[in-house]
């Protein structure tokens, strides 16, 4: 059995960022998530969904996280539209979730990248 899960790691940039000890461009908040505006933007739209728990990556997501994930996936076509991504079809967004070293993820706690707004886009 791997080890539980700590709830929070004091070395971890969005758990700061969650504990408000590093400021961040809010975008919405609740007991188990938070959203916020990425500090280096791809798309004229560019936020990170995390969950308040200190999970590393999607690794480490099993049927327990079944739920939170749900909701977190739930929240993304509202979050999405009131942060200004242009209406699907024609408008639309990504949501991107790097996971690991060949994955490309950078901040060992789960979140997912949500971006849109029109094109170009600097990446993606
Ligand atoms: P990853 O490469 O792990 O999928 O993405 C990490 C993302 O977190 C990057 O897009 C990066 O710009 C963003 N990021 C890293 N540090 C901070 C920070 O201190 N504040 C904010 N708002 N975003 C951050
Ligand atoms: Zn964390």
């Not at 690794?59 to 979050?79: D, I, S, Y």
Request: proline residues 11%; glycine residues 10%; contains cysteine.
């Amino acid at each position: 059995m791997s080890a539980p899960i700590p709830a929070h790691d004091p070395n971890c940039i969005f758990c700061k960022i969650i504990a408000k000890q590093i400021p961040s461009r809010i975008v919405y908040e609740d007991e188990e998530v938070f959203a916020f505006h990425d500090i280096n933007p791809w798309a004229p739209v560019h936020f990170l969904l995390i969950p308040k728990a200190h999970i590393p990556s999607m690794a480490q997501v099993g049927p327990e996280q079944a739920g939170l994930l749900g909701r977190m996936m739930a929240l993304v076509p509202k979050l999405a539209l009131e942060q200004g991504c242009n209406p699907y079809p024609d408008g639309g967004y990504r949501l991107v979730t790097n996971t690991g070293r060949e994955g490309g993820q950078e901040v060992q706690h789960l979140h997912f990248h949500v971006m849109g707004g029109p094109r170009p886009w600097l990446r993606g």
